[in-house]
């Protein structure tokens, strides 16, 4: 049997709001135990935006290749978790939030949603929030293809003018989005990582 975690205080470990602390711990423990998923959800809306942080950054280590069960539990915050896309401030959970949305199950209409907030990212300070951005938006083309268009010409553009960091993330996603179709990335998304 699992033993008890108070996922908070883990969470609360860390230098600053950037630090990881024992992210990779809460990892492995929400895989033995995923019945404690919604706590660490719960934590994304946390006071402190180290703990925030450090929750998004934990759901996103979760659901990079999340069982079915694990899957199943996010998917049931999908519609709190498109709500806080729109209302973070804390620029580790925007990034985080842009990076695990896109691997839920979307309809059309949550998908043009979560791209409309993404674009307004575009003035983010941070280059970061921006990029991942771009890289959401990308994905998002898999669950609306009707986007596609529209995405292609907004990578063109920051792989022209964006950020350092945009510039090459545009170049990697025209490169996997413009390929023919049957020739494209077999994946469920594009990784941010890959």
């Not at 519609?79 to 839920?104: F, H, Q, S």
């Not at 309809?107 to 890289?135: F, M, N, P, Q």
Request: glycine share 6%.
């Amino acid at each position: 049997m699992a033993a008890k975690v108070d996922l908070r205080a883990e969470l609360a470990v860390g230098r600053c709001a950037w630090d990881c602390g024992r992210v990779p711990e809460v990892v492995e423990w929400i895989a033995e135990a995923p019945r404690r998923l919604p706590g660490l959800i719960e934590l994304l809306w946390d006071d402190d935006p180290g703990v925030a942080s450090r929750a998004a950054d934990a759901l996103e280590r979760v659901t990079r290749e999340a069982s079915a069960g694990l899957r199943r539990v996010v998917e049931e915050y999908k519609a709190e978790l498109i709500g806080l896309l729109a209302d973070a401030t804390v620029a580790k959970v925007r990034w985080n939030l842009a990076l695990i949305l896109p691997r839920m199950t979307l309809t059309v209409a949550e998908c043009r949603r979560i791209r409309a907030v993404l674009a307004t990212w575009g003035e983010d300070k941070s280059s970061i929030v921006k990029t991942t951005a771009l890289h959401a938006m990308a994905d998002l083309t898999r669950q609306d293809p009707a986007c596609l268009p529209e995405v292609l010409d907004l990578l063109r553009v920051s792989g022209r003018s964006g950020t350092p960091a945009m510039r090459a993330r545009s170049r990697i996603l025209l490169k996997a989005l413009e390929k023919p179709e049957g020739k494209r990335q077999q994946r469920g998304s594009l990784h941010m990582f890959d």
